[in-house]
């Protein structure tokens, strides 16, 4: 398994370190098996007891990468600096990879210093993105280290668009200066739910930016409503598949994430699932390589 | 609910949404007239047109936030939440969340919130049971000490002094309740769970993370260590404490006395959560 690239950066089909098992990845049932872990700085962060011992042991052997859920970077507010005093010297801490970027989400979490602990939408207007793309620059002066952003499953469209959200993302990406964490099972999320065609949304954003993928399983939330809901709680369908094949073809090779977080299997059928997307990620290599070949 | 003159285009809806998740009256309210909800709260027509479809996601996501929530507490506060039941419980969520919503960006500590700001109303409320607030406190004992940042610092390596404050592990904790709400140990040693209500009995019970296995350690105190535990944790000097354990007790600061407490530090010593006397 081809497990890192240029600068040490982690490619291929990795896993979120979740609680669950995170006691037999230490153990060593994953060695060799998967090419990195990804970790919610949050889940780790202002924490001592046995997690801060067992994630120091598990990043001795993985390359870790951080992906965080608290920013809010679509938040009202100023940020909190109390919480980047905690999390820059925990990625300092915890970057092995040298990837240096560290990633949130498109949303916001809250108002009035709430922290509702959801990915919450933002409306796509230009002045949203150029808001929110201040706070991006702000968010990786405090870091000292890149940012990329995650495009967020949402169910409902925060009040009417001005701008597409593939525009929303690129002017966003590019007051920013920062990269695209993107995520192609939220790609796929929205335009089952929003009527969109996902191959035409995904040709319209800066793919140039794209540093890093998310791929995922959803679930129906019930009949009535025909609405899939972004639950990391099943297998990934054969249609995401499709697209992050047709992402890796045109990216090249990047850390891929497999998300798994509700409904957690075994360990074995997690590292299964996870081979199988591997397979689909050699496959479009092999096919981007013929490609640049012809 | 008047909106905010000054609120920007961006900020309405953002407001509009964050209290469509938190208020109480929300679910009825959007289910009667989301445009007359949404209206009330500033949101512009061509904003609510697009929103109006959109009822039954909206109240979704509430579902889906307000889950989220329920299940920490569930997972931190099992005995207490099955004490509560799952409607009573849903409904403690859905009052949290109009009255304070959570604070913390960290997950885990989410169930110390939400205890901070139930169990002043649980004591309070004459149909719940009178132990329901020390169960909650007593079971979210054993995240907080589980979690915490501080413990497993390094020993001072001086001896006890009587005119000097002590050194505990940081992960240290005494909780003190009116019941015995904690689980008492069956045959192999581990907690079982008696059947009926724990019993109305003053108990103190001392939690600490244990050094080598990062496990979460408690003991239950005898009133006399858990009157100088009082003081050693506020930071008195071990003299001061002896005496004033004596005083809060009532009882003669004697041979016994001493040596009862001389063996419980030494016992804390062993544990590694007596390192000494305090450097400063």
Redesign the interface.
């Known amino acids: 398994m081809r497990s890192s690239g240029p600068d040490n950066i982690p490619t291929g089909v990795g896993l979120g370190l979740r609680g669950s098992f995170a006691a037999q990845i230490d153990a060593g049932e994953a060695d060799g098996r998967v090419p990195f872990f990804e970790i919610s700085p949050e889940n780790h962060m202002r924490r001592g007891g046995a997690g801060p011992a067992r994630l120091a042991r598990i990043a001795g052997r993985f390359p870790i990468v951080t992906h965080g859920l608290a920013m809010s970077l679509g938040g009202l507010e100023p940020f909190d600096p109390e919480y980047f005093a905690q999390l820059r010297p925990f990625l300092d801490r915890v970057d092995n990879t040298r990837t240096r970027w560290h990633s949130d989400h498109l949303c916001f979490c809250g108002v009035d210093g709430q922290a509702l602990h959801d990915l919450l939408p933002v409306p796509f207007t230009a002045a949203s993105a150029r808001r929110i793309a201040a706070r991006v620059r702000e968010a990786a002066d405090r870091l000292e280290r890149p940012m990329a952003v995650e495009n967020i499953s949402y169910y409902v469209p925060l009040g009417k668009p001005v701008i597409d959200e593939p525009e929303f993302i690129t002017e966003l990406l590019e007051r920013a200066d920062c990269s695209l964490l993107l995520d192609v099972n939220n790609v796929f999320v929205n335009a089952q739910n929003h009527g969109f065609d996902p191959q035409q949304w995904l040709a319209k954003i800066p793919l140039e930016r794209v540093v890093q993928l998310h791929v995922a399983g959803h679930e129906f939330w019930d009949d009535s409503e025909n609405l899939i809901i972004d639950t990391h709680g099943a297998p990934v369908r054969t249609e995401v598949d499709a697209l992050l094949a047709w992402v890796i073809e045109r990216v090249g090779p990047v850390p891929v994430l497999f998300e798994w977080d509700s409904n957690i299997p075994e360990l074995p059928v997690l590292l299964a699932e996870r081979d199988r997307l591997q397979s689909v990620y050699d496959a479009a290599l092999i096919r981007r390589s013929a490609a640049d070949v012809t | 609910m008047s909106p905010d003159p000054k609120a920007s ?3 309405v ?3 509009a ?2 209290a469509a ?2 208020e109480l009256d929300a679910p009825a309210s959007i289910t009667a007239d989301l445009p007359g909800w949404l209206e009330a709260r500033g ?2 027509p ?2 609510r ?3 109006a479809p ?1 009822r ?3 109240l ?2 509430r579902t ?2 307000h889950s ?2 329920r299940g920490v507490v569930e997972e931190y506060l099992p005995r207490t939440a099955a004490v509560l039941g799952k409607p009573r419980l849903r409904g403690e969520i859905a009052v949290f969340m109009a009255e304070q ?8 500590d ?1 169930p110390g919130e939400f205890l901070a700001w139930a169990a002043p109303r649980w004591r309070d409320e004459p149909g719940l049971p009178p132990y329901l607030a020390d169960l909650a406190t007593h079971e979210w004992l054993n995240g907080e000490v ?7 610092e390094p020993a001072s390596d001086l001896p006890l002094a009587l005119d000097r404050p002590v050194q505990l592990d940081g ?1 240290t904790r005494l909780r003190r309740y009116a019941f015995a709400v904690q689980l008492p140990p069956g045959d192999d040693g581990h907690p079982i769970d008696p059947p009926g209500p724990p019993a109305a009995m003053p108990t103190a019970i001392l939690a600490y ?1 244990d050094r080598e296995t ?2 979460v350690r408690l003991l239950e105190l005898t009133p006399r260590a858990a009157a100088l535990c009082t003081r050693l944790l506020a930071g008195e000097a071990l003299q001061a404490a002896l005496t004033g354990a004596c005083a809060d007790l009532d009882a003669p600061m004697n041979d016994e006395f001493l040596a009862s407490m001389a063996g419980f530090l030494a016992d804390l010593g062993e544990r590694g959560v007596l390192l000494g006397a305090r450097a400063d």
């Open positions: 285009s961006e900020e809806p953002l407001r949404f964050a998740m938190c949101v512009a061509e904003d047109e697009v929103l959109h039954a996601r909206l979704i996501y889906m936030v989220r929530l919503a959570p604070r913390t960006v960290y997950f885990r989410i589980a979690n915490d940042p501080l413990g497993g992960s993370r990062l496990r």
